[in-house]
C-alpha cells in the first residue's frame, strides 16, 4: 500500500470510535481473506506476543463484551507485550554477550593449550601410541634395565 493512502486511512480512522474501528478491521479482515495478494505475515514479521495479543482481541470481541472494554484491555496488554518484547530484547543481548565472551575464553583456552602441549620449537609427539626409548632414569617396556 502506498504510504500517502495509509496516511489518509490513519486520518480517517481516527475520527471513529472504537465500535466502528472494529467494524472496520472486521472488514478490512475480510478484503484481505478475498482480496490480498501476499500474507499478513509476510509484509512484516509479528511477533509471538503480538499475535497472542490480537488473539485475546478476537476472543473478547466474539464474546460480545463491550468495545469500550476490549479497548481498554488491548490497551494493558499492550503494555505488558511492550514489556515483555523489552525484557526479551535484553535477555536476547544478554546471551548474545555471555556467547561472545565464551567463543573468546574458548578461544584463549585453546591457544594456551596449543602452546602447552607444543611448545615452541618443538614437533609435536605423534598421537598413535607410547614411543618405544625408556623414560630417563626408567626402565624399558617389560622391565628389562
Given at each position: 500500500?502506498h504510504?500517502?493512502?495509509?496516511?489518509?486511512?490513519?486520518?480517517?480512522?481516527?475520527?471513529?470510535?472504537?465500535?466502528?474501528?472494529?467494524?472496520?478491521?472486521?472488514?478490512?479482515?475480510?478484503?484481505?481473506s478475498?482480496?490480498?495478494?501476499?500474507?499478513?505475515?509476510a509484509?512484516?514479521?509479528?511477533?509471538?506476543?503480538?499475535?497472542?495479543a490480537?488473539?485475546?482481541?478476537?476472543?473478547?470481541?466474539?464474546?460480545?463484551?463491550?468495545?469500550?472494554?476490549?479497548?481498554?484491555?488491548?490497551?494493558?496488554?499492550?503494555?505488558a507485550?511492550?514489556?515483555?518484547?523489552?525484557?526479551?530484547?535484553?535477555?536476547?543481548?544478554?546471551?548474545?554477550?555471555v556467547?561472545?565472551?565464551?567463543?573468546?575464553?574458548?578461544?584463549?583456552?585453546?591457544?594456551?593449550?596449543?602452546?602447552?602441549?607444543?611448545?615452541?620449537?618443538?614437533?609435536?609427539?605423534?598421537?598413535?601410541?607410547?614411543?618405544?626409548?625408556p623414560?630417563?632414569?626408567?626402565?624399558?617396556?617389560?622391565?628389562?634395565?
Amino acid at each position: 500500500m502506498h504510504p500517502s493512502l495509509r496516511d489518509r486511512i490513519l486520518r480517517k480512522l481516527e475520527t471513529l470510535s472504537d465500535e466502528r474501528g472494529y467494524q472496520v478491521l472486521d472488514y478490512v479482515d475480510f478484503l484481505e481473506s478475498r482480496y490480498a495478494e501476499k500474507s499478513a505475515t509476510a509484509n512484516s514479521p509479528i511477533s509471538l506476543l503480538t499475535r497472542f495479543a490480537e488473539g485475546v482481541e478476537d476472543r473478547l470481541r466474539t464474546g460480545g463484551v463491550a468495545a469500550s472494554t476490549v479497548a481498554e484491555s488491548m490497551g494493558l496488554l499492550n503494555k505488558a507485550v511492550g514489556v515483555l518484547g523489552g525484557v526479551a530484547a535484553a535477555g536476547m543481548s544478554v546471551a548474545s554477550d555471555v556467547a561472545s565472551v565464551g567463543m573468546a575464553v574458548a578461544g584463549e583456552v585453546g591457544a594456551t593449550a596449543q602452546r602447552i602441549v607444543t611448545p615452541t620449537g618443538a614437533t609435536p609427539a605423534p598421537a598413535s601410541g607410547p614411543s618405544e626409548a625408556p623414560p630417563a632414569g626408567g626402565t624399558a617396556p617389560g622391565g628389562a634395565a
